[in-house]
């Protein structure tokens, strides 16, 4: 097997504590470095022979030391991770509505139980290969009915005399394969590899759909938040509308005043449908992730902002990332490759099975279980490969082929979550300062706004004034609620790149 260049099942990617959001660029670039000089050791014990793998160890060391030399940090070698991960992080939002979808979830959502069967597959192949390693022991028995031909010859008979009998045999037939190459140890290390994978696609499924109710859960409330928002707004804008429209029935304001009280109020009665449409499509989600109809689904409504966790990092040590299962099940599968290489290559081997038979057989019923009736064989049996046409030397290319696809996969893994976690920290960060922001614009609004109505009423200005201070106000107050489901949602998002570890 040619050299490896990506870590196996157990060996993740770990280095120094550094802060994520202070040196994004250098792990970014980093991580693929790491994973490398992590998996470069690890990896070649499963495939070809002893002495392929020494050579192939001393290459590897090679490798690392030449990849830690022009590393732009120092690194250590990947240590597997012991935090567990927090199992109902969404707690810290307090919210007991959210809570009880999230557990809902955990039972009814049928993507989860789909995986959860495929893990149960998975597991179950296990055994089917450790069978493999232990003696195969069947029972055959016949009852056959036999002519032969006048024409054929048949020893201890008359040749031109056709023979008519009854043949009775119960065998006990046994084998077992003696794995000298490891072909057998391998298939059971590559199924025990694609066990682990799939336990840890289980976890990261469990986890993305914990993130998704949160993620649809705040949208919703968020939604229900505009709504009322707007629903006041309406009401207000319409007491406004009905106040110009007196003064205008009274010749205190123009036509064009009543004009534009209109033009505010239906304008803002335009906006409240997408607002509602919004809702229902966020609690179809929802519907669909805990595994109801919308029809049949229940959701009391939140308008009330749940709490920002207040312990969820400002900074990110690297090797939090070690406990994100999708790094774990791509490193598994690169093992599980890995091993595919050793198995193909065993294919230049002879099989070397231990063949036996015990039994009885005879031609009449009466006579099947004496002890004269016995039969019995016992021998070595060797399949040796003399010509197969480059069948062997191409399963080897293709097996190869396929542990580079999952060694490339299991690198882009990595890097992939250290974007996640950097876009998550940035986006907090951002929306911190957003929303901070938007509150002082919200107030100021409100207070340009006291006094364009009190400057209306004293006859000062007209009402495009009133109308333009309404509608800024109304850009601030929604963009505050939108800002702050926006954090929350960043805040989840966070969370399911850690892992829920931290």
Known sequence: MREPSSPPSGSHAS????????????????????????????????????????????????????????????????????????????RLFQDAELDRLEE??????????????????????????????????????????????????????????????????LPLESSWELDLWGRVRRQVDAARARARAADDDYRAAKLSIQAEVATAYFGLAAAMRDQALLAAT???????????????????????????????????????????????????????????TPAAFHSADSREASQLPGDIPSVVRSEWLENRPDIAAASRRVAAANADVGVARAAYYPRLALKGLAGVQSIDAAS????????????????MPLFTAGRTRSLVAASRSAYDATVAQYRQTVLSAFQEVEDQLASLGSLAEQESAEVGALESSRKALEVANNRYRAGMITFLEVANAQTIALIHERAVVALRAERQLAAVGLIRALAASW
Do not use: M
């Not at 050791?41 to 490798?63: I, M, N, P, Y």
């Not at 201890?156 to 056709?162: A, L, R, T």
């Not at 205190?252 to 009280?261: E, F, G, P």
């Open 368 to 383: 099947l279980l004496s002890w004269p009736s016995r039969i019995w064989a016992v021998g070595p049996s060797l399949d």
């Open 15 to 90: 280095f120094d504590p550094v802060a994520v959001r202070t040196s994004a660029l250098r792990l970014l670039g980093g991580a693929a470095i790491a994973a490398i000089a992590a998996s470069l050791t690890a990896c070649v014990s499963s495939g070809g022979s002893d002495g392929a793998r020494a050579s192939e160890k001393l290459r590897a060391q090679e490798a690392i030391a030449g990849l830690i030399e022009k590393a732009p940090i120092e690194w250590k070698l990947a240590e597997p991770a012991a935090r567990p991960p927090r199992e109902q992080w969404w």
């Open 234 to 292: 309406v009401e207000a804008y319409r007491k406004s509308s009905e106040l110009v429209r007196e003064r205008r029935r009274v010749g205190i304001v123009s036509d064009l005043d009543l004009a534009q009280a209109e033009t505010q109020l239906r304008s803002a009665q335009s906006q409240t449908p997408a607002s509602a449409l919004r809702a229902q499509k966020l609690r179809n989600a929802l519907a669909a992730l805990c595994g109801a």
């Open 104 to 169: 809902l979830a955990l039972k009814q959502n049928q993507q989860l139980a789909e995986i959860l069967s495929r893990r149960d597959q998975a597991k179950a192949l296990v055994g089917v290969g450790l069978s493999d390693r232990f003696p195969h022991l069947s029972a055959t028995p016949a009852f056959t009915r036999q002519r032969t031909s006048p024409h054929a010859f048949d020893r201890g008979k008359e040749i031109g005399v056709p023979h008519t009998y009854t043949s009775y045999v």
